[in-house]
């Protein structure tokens, strides 16, 4: 019995602080405006390759719309056995877009960010790998059909960045 009234009293804690919108037999959330289609371009299934080599393969990736159309979701297989997913939304209440990273190595990722231009640019805490607390920014972009994801890391706030992967997203062809 905690538990449900629990579970109610929570639910009723978002909802009346403007987090969320739907309760059961409520419509569901209208995530039509302009914004939420800003990563359209990233919708799809798509071959990952190194910008610096593009003859390997190097992952998979699959960019759905969710949610009613609210969240993107990114599952991400990479060759090596490393498997990822992301969650982005428009998150209309902060006015940022967030992503939350997975993977079955442990890893959580937290981004917030803009589309600055035609970029995402989405940024937040990490740690390198003695320890040390770090700055991790991707940026994603269409590249005519292909879509292109950077990712830099900073340990000194931000002023400078170092590279960590540069790769590209193009529309899978069945072997």
């Known amino acids: 019995m905690t ?3 629990m579970v109610g009293v929570l639910a009723a804690l978002v909802v009346g602080s403007g987090q969320a919108q739907n309760t059961v037999g409520s419509p569901p959330a209208s995530c039509t405006g302009a914004e939420y289609r800003q990563l359209d371009f990233w919708l799809g ?4 390759y190194e910008v610096t080599d593009s ?3 190097v992952a998979r990736n699959r960019v759905t719309r969710i949610l ?3 969240v993107l979701r990114e599952l991400y297989e990479q060759k090596n056995g490393m498997v990822g997913e992301s969650y982005s939304l428009w998150d209309a209440a902060r006015g940022v877009w967030h992503q ?12 917030d960010g803009q589309l600055n231009g035609d970029r995402l640019v989405l940024t937040g805490p990490d740690k390198v790998p003695d320890g040390r607390p770090a700055l991790i920014r991707g940026i994603w972009w269409a590249e005519g059909r292909d879509v292109r994801e950077k990712a830099d890391r900073s340990t000194d706030g931000g002023k400078t960045w170092t590279p960590l992967f ?3 997203f193009r529309p899978h062809r069945p072997s």
Request: net charge negative.
């Open 3 to 5: 538990k449900v009234v």
């Open 45 to 48: 299934d798509w071959d990952v």
């Open 55 to 57: 003859t390997q393969i």
């Open 68 to 70: 009613n159309g609210c």
């Open 100 to 111: 939350s990273w997975v993977t079955n190595r442990g890893t959580l990722l937290l981004l």
């Open 166 to 168: 540069d790769i590209v």
